[in-house]
């Protein structure tokens, strides 16, 4: 399935996504904590969009979702990374930087 | 994702899609909850937690919503919600939905059962090659001013060889044959049969079934007998035996082989009287066997059929066809003397007569179905204002428009679809109904069934019906204020928009408007009915029996040389009235050449003295009868004498005139004594008769004379029997007598007068059952539509109501309050639909008899009645209105 990159947001909260996993396993509410966690509360996971990121990763494979039991003892969905999520992230991940290395160039040109 | 893992997670989201659809829903509620306590944690209070948690999250349906869709399953699976979530709010008002659903399918099933027909009788094409290229040549009779008559034997002559415009050119006259089945003891049976030139087939372009055509050297006198029989024939008769062709059959008084069988369906519709059973359903073709000699130019006795060549016009046929019929005229002064031809196309003809009748019942059922569809409108239309708050409420959890807008049109769907469903059944009934009442004037009604086509037309209407009912609530949705559709809902007490409750006032007013232009339009038809029924046919009817024979002239010569000395066809008929006349319960019987409602054929004639004036002479109609004729029939003496069974082929000749003839050609009085001559004899005039309206009971009589059938002797005649009780009782008896006189004639054509009298005016009564019938339903509706927006106003104003009354308004005052709203927009209704009426029964005009389309009565008998059952309709909520109880009323808010 071909992913669109045009919406980069969208884009951007599946590679954050994504990330957070590969750390840990953890519930949809750890993955909204943990992002605004490391980034230090730059980057704020809109939450309602955070689930149907989690479905649309899910259904591409590269998350995989199982029910457990979450530290307040109540009944919580976890994800983990798959195998095919790690080649993504990396894949991503990749295209990532040379996007913001090329960002940064053409922001920090100089008059010729 | 492979297509294996995608075709399983669709399975797992259909299959799973309840127990997925509560983990989602657990899921969310997972992450409020981690929400809200860390909020506690920071310090917030519990309300402000659960508050914020909220707020922040947005609107908790939306995401679950996003999340279905991130699923890839959503269409499929929206639309299956849609409909699930249609049929539950449906089943939750079973009152609504079976009045919208039996509504339109009402509707529906009206139009579907008038369009099948329609489509049989109008639209369905001859079953010809090229039909368009078909015309009929009529001759016409400028004296007489009649359009449609036979041709003559020598002009079909020469339309064949003096004109260039038809590429075939046929000729045909009904030779209703017996049969002699040869299984030893069977009665004989009366074919229908057509005796037609060899090009017939080649013209219309149908080939047989099975074996040929007839060749050009078996149409002529002389050839070798044979036949063509049909389809139907050959399976009833001959048990589809595959060696019918050669095999020797006994017709009439001849042994004919059978060369071919020809496919059933050959029709040639709006044949002119007397050669009605052309029409269809023939069972056997002879050649015709003529020559420009075989029979003289002033008898017609054919009907001619032509195909155009390719590239011309009717008009250009019609253009070529009068200048010869005018050069006929020249050649032959005696017999074309003011005779013109009249090409006409034979598609136009097929529905001739009944055009007018269809097309009234088309558009009434499309009167019913507008009637039906605004009442459905209307009630969706109220209940999309009582679903205000609940539409303000999903609004506000954050479903979307377009999901919203899709579920209301789900609704639509599903009670369009229900109610085409059952339409198609009401169809099928009312089919059947309409069948059962049809005339046989109503020509191809044989084969009428839905076809896809109807099926086709009802579900279309349904599609469109469910558009509709979808977008209008989607229209009030879009312009809902959703604060303001909370805040005034209480309960179900905020009051339509006034523009709204306009429209609805609007569409009711319509319904009351088209169903009085149905009911004016059933009344006159009902009154002109009565008033044909009222007309003085000019004979008895009850206890009269017809029967139809025919003699063959093998056994009893009729050649025209010894004219009118045909001893053994004269002894024939007279033994068979004496011992017809000698049975029990049997008062007189006769023997004529038509039935007194039959129209017979007209001949050109002269009063001698007066031989000038027959150049602008019409016709006259030339009823030859048995003395017994008017003891039987029951037609009255005017002046003079009756026949006697003196006036025989020796005795001096004589006739009767009836009123009409004496009226018109001797004004003064003097008719008996004058003498006519035609037929190369003058006769004289002994009496005068009554008129028998034997062109149907809404004609007037046109001038005939009654020569005795001893002096103009025919083969083919009708008995009539008038009988003491039961005309019916007697046939067997009938049926033994003649058997005993010559086994091998067939009796056929066996009616009771009474029951021919109704059939004559059968498309009258046809048509002002069915329009009584579509009046009915569509008065039924309307009130059903007066009574439901009243009955939705009471609700809707029960607050304003109890205020009144809890203030000290007499329940009197409220009561009338409702019904002057009822009766306001039906006396609207009224008015409009007298105009209506005014302006559309103009289509009627040609089906009524003795009143005009703006008849004052019917017009002012339907206004009160419709006032009086739209303040039925209207009294009911306002009862309930007054029943309120202003306590109850003002605490439920």
């Avoid at chain 1, 840990?24 to 509410?29: A, D, R, S, T």
């Avoid at chain 2, 927009?825 to 209506?836: E, K, N």
Wanted: proline residues 6%; contains cysteine; charged residues 20%.
């Amino acid at each position: 399935m071909a992913t669109s990159n045009a919406d980069v947001l969208q884009g951007t909260l599946d590679l954050l996504i994504l990330k957070a996993l590969s750390l840990e396993p953890m519930h949809g509410w750890g993955v909204a904590q943990r992002i605004q966690q490391i980034s230090r509360a730059v980057l704020q996971v809109n939450q309602g969009s955070l689930y149907p990121a989690l479905r649309r990763l899910e259904d591409r494979g590269w998350i995989a979702a199982k029910w457990g039991t979450s530290e307040n003892n109540r009944r919580a969905r976890y994800y983990r990374l798959t195998s095919t999520g790690r080649a993504q992230l990396q894949q991503e991940t990749e295209s990532w930087e040379r996007f913001m290395l090329a960002v940064q160039r053409v922001l920090r040109a100089q008059p010729v | 994702m492979s297509l294996r893992t995608r075709i399983a997670t669709r399975w797992r989201a259909l299959v799973a899609r309840a127990r997925e659809e509560q983990e989602l829903d657990e899921e969310l509620h997972f992450h409020l909850e981690m929400e809200m306590a860390a909020r506690l944690r920071a310090g917030m209070t519990p309300a402000a937690a659960r508050r914020t948690a909220l707020r922040d999250f947005g609107g908790l349906e939306r995401y679950k919503e996003e999340c279905r869709d991130a699923r890839g399953v959503s269409l499929l699976d929206a639309g299956v919600a849609d409909l699930r979530g249609a049929w539950r709010s449906l089943r939750n008002s079973p009152a609504f939905t079976s009045v919208v659903v039996l509504t339109l399918a009402l509707g529906i099933g009206a139009t579907t059962a008038i369009f099948t027909v329609v489509n049989a009788v109008l639209l369905r094409p001859l079953p010809y090659a090229e039909a368009g290229r078909l015309v009929m040549l009529w001759e016409n009779d400028r004296n007489s001013g009649t359009t449609r008559e036979p041709a003559s034997v020598p002009d079909y002559f020469d339309f064949r060889t003096r004109t260039h415009v038809f590429s075939h050119l046929a000729a045909l006259q009904p030779r209703p044959l017996s049969f002699t089945p040869s299984a030893p003891g069977a009665d004989a049976v009366q074919l229908n049969g057509a005796a037609v030139t060899h090009g017939f087939l080649a013209t219309l372009g149908v080939s047989p079934r099975l074996g040929r055509s007839f060749r050009p050297d078996e149409d002529v006198p002389g050839a070798p007998a044979v036949a063509l029989i049909s389809e139907r024939l050959w399976h009833s008769r001959f048990t589809s035996a595959p060696d019918i062709i050669g095999r020797s059959i006994v017709l009439g008084d001849s042994t004919r082989t059978v060369i071919g069988v020809l496919p059933d369906g050959i029709e040639l519709p709006g044949m002119p009287p007397g050669f009605a059973s052309l029409q269809r359903d023939v069972d056997v073709w002879v050649p015709l066997a003529a020559t420009p000699v075989s029979s003289p130019r002033e008898n017609h006795t054919i009907v001619v059929v032509g195909r155009l060549r390719d590239g011309v016009s009717p008009a250009a046929a019609q253009r070529e066809l009068a200048a010869l019929a005018a050069t006929l005229e020249v050649e032959h002064p005696r017999e074309n003397r003011a005779r013109g031809v009249f090409v006409e196309p034979l598609p136009a003809s097929l529905v001739r007569g009944i055009r007018p009748a269809l097309a009234v019942l088309l558009a009434a059922s499309a009167l019913v179905l507008l009637i039906a569809c605004a009442n459905a409108a209307n009630l969706l239309l109220a209940r999309a204002v009582t679903r205000r708050r609940e539409v303000a409420v999903r609004l506000a959890l954050g479903a979307g428009m377009r999901r919203l807008a899709q579920q209301l049109f789900a609704e639509g769907l599903l009670l369009s679809m229900a109610a085409a469903t059952l339409g198609v059944g009401i169809a099928a009934l009312g089919l059947r109904a309409l069948l059962a009442l049809a005339p046989a004037s109503i020509p191809r009604l044989a084969h009428v069934a839905i076809d896809p086509r109807v099926l086709g037309m009802a579900l279309g209407i349904a599609v469109l019906v469910s558009m509709t009912f979808g977008l209008l609530p989607l229209v009030m949705a879009r312009r809902l204020d959703v604060q303001d559709a909370l805040r005034s809902a209480g309960g179900r007490g905020g009051s339509a928009a006034p523009a709204q409750q306009r429209f609805r006032n609007a569409l009711v007013v319509a319904e009351v408007a088209l169903s009085v232009v149905l009911v004016i339009g059933a009344g006159l038809l009902i009154r002109s009915v009565w008033s044909l029924r009222g007309v003085d046919p000019g004979f008895q009817a009850a206890g009269l029996l017809r029967l139809q024979y025919q003699l063959p002239a093998s056994r009893y010569p009729q050649s025209m040389a010894t004219f009118p000395h045909w001893p053994r066809l004269s002894a024939f008929h007279q033994e068979l009235i004496r011992r017809v006349e000698a049975m029990p319960g049997v008062e007189s019987a006769s023997v004529s050449a038509n039935d007194p409602l039959e129209a017979g054929f007209t001949n050109s004639f002269l009063i001698v003295g007066r031989e000038a004036e027959a150049e602008h002479q019409a016709e006259i109609y030339i009823r030859s009868v048995s003395p017994s004729y008017f003891r039987t029939a029951g037609v009255a003496l005017r002046r003079g004498r009756l026949l006697s069974d003196q006036d025989d082929a020796s005795a001096p000749a004589v006739l009767l005139i009836n009123e009409a003839g004496a009226r018109k050609y001797f004004p003064h009085g003097d008719a008996v004594g004058q003498q006519l001559r035609f037929w190369g004899q003058a006769r004289r005039i002994v009496g005068v008769v009554a008129d028998e309206k034997f062109e149907g009971p809404g004609a007037e009589t046109p001038p005939a004379v009654y020569p005795p059938l001893w002096q103009v002797p025919l083969p083919a005649v009708s008995l009539l029997v008038r009988t003491r009780s039961d005309p019916m009782g007697v046939l067997p008896q009938v049926r033994a007598v003649t058997r005993d006189l010559d086994p091998q004639v067939a009796l056929y054509g066996v009616t009771t007068m009474d029951d021919a009298l109704s059939q004559s005016i059968g498309k009258q009564r046809f048509t002002m059952r069915l329009l009584g019938a579509f009046a009915m339903l569509a008065l039924l509706l309307a009130m059903i539509g007066v009574h439901g927006t009243l009955s939705y106003a009471v609700t809707q104003r029960s607050r304003e109501m109890g205020i009144r009354m809890a203030l000290g308004a007499q329940r009197s005052a409220v009561h009338f309050m409702i019904l002057r709203q009822g009766m306001l927009l039906s006396l609207l209704g009224i008015a409009a639909g007298v105009v209506g009426a005014l302006a559309a029964t103009r289509l009627l005009r040609s089906l009524l008899y003795g009143l005009t389309a703006t008849d004052f009565v019917t017009y002012v008998a339907v206004s009160t009645i419709i006032a009086v059952v739209s303040a039925l309709a209207s009294v009911l909520p306002a009862r309930r209105a007054t029943g309120i109880d202003p306590a109850v009323t003002l605490r439920a808010e």
